[in-house]
């Protein structure tokens, strides 16, 4: 259905072309706050330092608008030899850096991490986030849409 035309236009341009050039603009920043999808993206492939993944674990993202979701599920860092995980993703950046829920294991010590604000992740080597359940983490971003997708489609 298409958007219907503002009945509020303000003709900061002259003449009637200007009027339509300034809706379509108003409608494409709705059109890419709230519809534009990247679909999930499968970027395990890109960690870092020796970061790994248990068997069925992933490092998954997903851009909605200005929306991001961050899913990571079997990310083991126990021979990681540095903290980086995943190096920065243009167009997930974040304002500020958003903090995974850490994990704890049976002696009550919490495992976690951030995702940084140029859209990569870190976390303290030997962090493992285990395979049984998913760290699913949410953030808004102002940057622009991602000229290349990351990873893979899945």
């Known amino acids: 259905m298409p958007f219907p035309l503002s009945t509020t236009i303000t003709a900061g341009q002259a003449g009637h072309a200007g009027l339509h050039a300034e809706e379509r603009a108003a409608l494409n920043e709705l059109w890419e706050a709230t519809a534009r999808d990247t679909g999930v993206r499968d970027v395990s492939a890109l ?28 990310l083991n860092g126990a021979n990681a030899a540095d903290g980086r995980v995943l190096a920065g993703l243009p167009g997930f950046e974040v304002a500020a850096a958003v903090i995974i829920i850490p994990e704890f294991d049976s002696n009550a010590i919490g495992y976690g991490g951030v995702i ?20 699913v983490v949410r953030a808004t971003t102002e940057s622009a ?10």
Request: proline share 7%; net charge positive; glycine share 16%.
């Open 47 to 74: 960690l870092l330092n020796g970061w790994v993944l248990d068997a069925g674990g992933y490092v998954r993202v997903r851009r909605v608008g200005k929306t991001l979701t961050y899913s990571i599920r079997g």
């Open 116 to 135: 940084t604000e140029d859209g990569g992740m870190y976390s303290p080597p030997g962090t493992h986030f285990t395979a049984i359940r998913t760290n």
């Open 145 to 154: 849409w991602p000229t290349a997708l990351p990873g893979v489609a899945v």
